[in-house]
Nanobody
Framework: QVQLVQSGGGLVQSGGSLRLSCLVSGRTFSGYTMGWFREAPGKAREFVAQFAGDGSTWYQDSVRGRFTISLDNIKSTMYLQMNSLKPDDTAVYYC?????????WGKGTLVTVSS
């Protein structure tokens, strides 16, 4: 497993933007599939976006076109830029790293979008 240190999040009005960060402590991204998940109140954790090892990106349909996942290899940091936020985006967001089938999770950061 790898240690993931999250930052960002907070309260924003509907239509606003936020950027989440996830530092991969002491490692590089090599060999890892990196992604973001979220857990809304009373709901199961769900997939948001993923940066696969081949460089391809994947998004949940509800965030495609609004959210952008990116990696900074020099800083060993993954980002999730979230634009045009909606109240339905309110959730705790978790970063995720998978290697050889073994997942690691960040501690989560709360994003609250007010209407």
């Amino acid at each position: 497993q790898v240690q993931l240190v999250q930052s960002g999040g907070g309260l924003v009005q509907s239509g606003g933007s936020l950027r989440l960060s996830c530092l991969v402590s002491g490692r590089t991204f090599s060999g890892y599939t990196m992604g973001w998940f979220r857990e809304a109140p009373g709901k199961a954790r769900e997939f948001v976006a993923q940066f696969a090892g081949d460089g391809s990106t994947w998004y949940q349909d509800s965030v495609r076109g609004r959210f952008t996942i990116s990696l900074d290899n020099i800083k060993s940091t993954m980002y999730l830029q979230m634009n045009s936020l909606k109240p339905d985006d309110t959730a705790v967001y978790y970063c995720n790293a998978i290697r050889n089938g073994i997942p690691s999770w960040g501690k989560g950061t709360l994003v609250t979008v007010s209407s």
